[in-house]
């Protein structure tokens, strides 16, 4: 090995070194066509986003296929619509009266 070799510093952009998502989950994430998004800004409680916080994490290692919270969150979001649009039947609606 020469100077010059041993003295070269790491290229951080080279394409054979570690994902950290592939390393921390074992999986990669999908690359599901992109869909347009828009960035939102909503309040929560602390103890809500703490909650969420933890879940997600606990998902993450527990090797879910869920790539980022805004993921995750926008699947809630989802689901939550969904069940509003049962209108009597919605569990949502039953505990805003």
């Known amino acids: 090995m020469t100077v010059s070799e041993r003295s070269k510093s790491p290229d951080f952009f080279e394409d054979h070194v570690l994902d950290p998502v592939v390393a921390a989950t074992g999986s990669r994430p999908s690359k599901a066509a992109p869909t347009a998004k828009k960035k939102a800004g909503f309040y929560l409680s602390e103890k809500l986003l703490e909650r969420f916080n933890r879940r997600f ?9 869920i790539e980022n919270k805004s993921a995750l969150l926008e699947m809630a979001l989802s689901f939550a619509l969904d069940d509003l649009d049962k209108d009597e039947q919605s569990r949502l609606r039953a505990k805003l009266k």
């Open 57 to 65: 994490h606990q998902m993450k290692l527990e090797g879910a296929a």
